[in-house]
Each structure stands twice: as structure tokens, then as C-alpha cells.
């Protein structure tokens, strides 16, 4: 696809969705809201342009026989990708950083695993294994960037509440086009896909205290217990940790990786089953 400029990715809930509904208000961008990845990496091996060949396959399904045809038409030069799932498929996407940009989105690791575990699918069902989750793919994540500096930038979604206009600066300048009103004022136009409920403070201006609902929804245990587990990666971005650190046993770790392998993946069914129901009842009316 020869509009294809730049990936949005980044650890679930993790400000992507932010990230690609303020870039998105570019007048002569068009975003792609997350993609069947098992169809764009249908194996571990998968080359690059055969990437780029079932990503314009999947968006031909979309736009019509001719995506790039289709994008000039409705006036846009510009195509991006995002989908947070990508994050996980990093090895894949490699051979892509010589001709494309990377936006990765890395959140407080509190504000992650807070938004975890009020989420329906068993992301993370407790601190502990949330934590685990959030460390092993956010330093991916940071590795990934060290690896390629010119083709891969690290943006804190707490910057694009705290300083907006700063943030998208620095993200513009590295993506190559200006920044506009229209990229500022994002909340003042309508997304280009539909945002869920769990997404609607996308739709508003950016608050900062979204960054430090954390504090309090989860207890001083569960802020320790990730506090403690992801240490290292949290002085890398500079979060600053609120409780005493606390060192879990064995026994400890060990019941907690067992609860989220259990509960986790019961959630996980659940709500495949629900969308099998929903998907069925649809077909029938």
C-alpha cells in the first residue's frame, strides 16, 4: 500500500485508542482501527512484503478492489495501522523499520492494570500478573525502540494529557507533517469509527486526571505488589512509586500466576461465548 506511513501500537489499554482518535482528525489521514492479525501474521515467519500484501488484502475487504485508489478519491494521502495487539508480534514487524515509523504508547503501569481488572476478558485478574504482563511487553516495547531510535518513538499517554500540544509537537515532527488546530481540537470532531464505552473520554478534551484514577480504585497492596514487580521500567519512564516495596514469596507468585491462568481464561471463554450468542441472534433478526 503506497499510502502507508506509520503503525500506532503499544500494550493493551495503553492510550492507543487516544493516540489514534487525536492523529486521526488529520484531514487527509486515515486510520485503520485494529485488524484480524491472525490473517496479516498467518505464520511465525511471515516476510515483510507479504505483510504489506495481507494488510492491503484485509483492507481491500474495506475500501474496495483498490485501497490506494479509494484513499485518493476521499482525499487522503496518508494511511495508518493501529492495533494495540501488534506489540506482540514485534519480531515480525522488524524488517518494516526501514521504510515505515513506529508510535508506541506506554501507560502507568497502575493505570494499566487498574483498567485490567475492570475489564471483562481476563487480561490481568490480579496486580501480580498484571504487572508480569505489563513488564515483559513494555520492555519489548523499549527494546524494539532502542534497536531502531530513528524509526520507532516511545510516547507516555500521561504526556498527551499533560501536555498536549508539546506531545504532538514531538510526534509530528518525527512522523514528518505539521501539526494543525484540527489535531489539537481532535475532541471536536467525529471519529471515523466507532468508540466504545470504555473509549468515550476519547471523545474530550484531555483531562489529567484520568492519568491518577489509579490511585484510587486499587488498594495500597495491589500499588505495591506492581510497584515491586515492574521497579526498573517505572524509574525508566520516570513514575514515581507510592507505597513501600514488598517482596512476594514463592508460594505467593506462584498462587497468583495459577489465579490468572484459571480465572482469566474462564473470562476469557465467557466472553468469547457471549460474542459466538450475539454474533448468532444477529444472523437471525
Partial sequence: MKHLSFFILGTQRSG???????????SDLYIKNEIDLLRLFPNSTTPAD???????????????????????ENG???????????????DKLEPLTKQYKFIITVRDPRGVINSYLQNDWGLAVNAYAGAKRWNEEVGY??????RHPQSVMLVKYEDLLSDLRGTLQNICDFLGFELTDEIVNYHQKSATYAISDKNIHTNRPPDEKLSKRWSSSL?????????????????FFNYTPAEKPVRLSGLQ?????????????????????GRKVKKKLKSLF
Fill in 76 to 90: 487522503y494521502s496518508l494511511f495508518a495501522l493501529k492495533d494495540p495487539q501488534l506489540c506482540l508480534h514485534l
Fill in 253 to 273: 507468585t506462584g498462587f497468583y500466576q495459577l489465579h490468572q491462568a484459571v480465572v482469566g481464561e474462564l473470562k476469557n471463554q465467557w466472553m468469547w461465548r
Fill in 219 to 235: 488498594t495500597n497492596r495491589q500499588i505495591a505488589i506492581i510497584e515491586s514487580a515492574a521497579s526498573e521500567l517505572m524509574a
Fill in 16 to 26: 492507543t485508542t487516544l493516540m489514534a482518535r487525536i492523529l486521526g482528525a488529520k
Fill in 141 to 146: 516495547q523499549v527494546a524494539f525502540a532502542k
Fill in 50 to 72: 507479504e505483510i504489506i500484501s495481507n494488510l492491503g488484502t484485509l483492507m481491500q475487504e474495506k475500501l474496495g478492489p483498490d485501497p490506494d485508489a479509494w484513499l485518493d
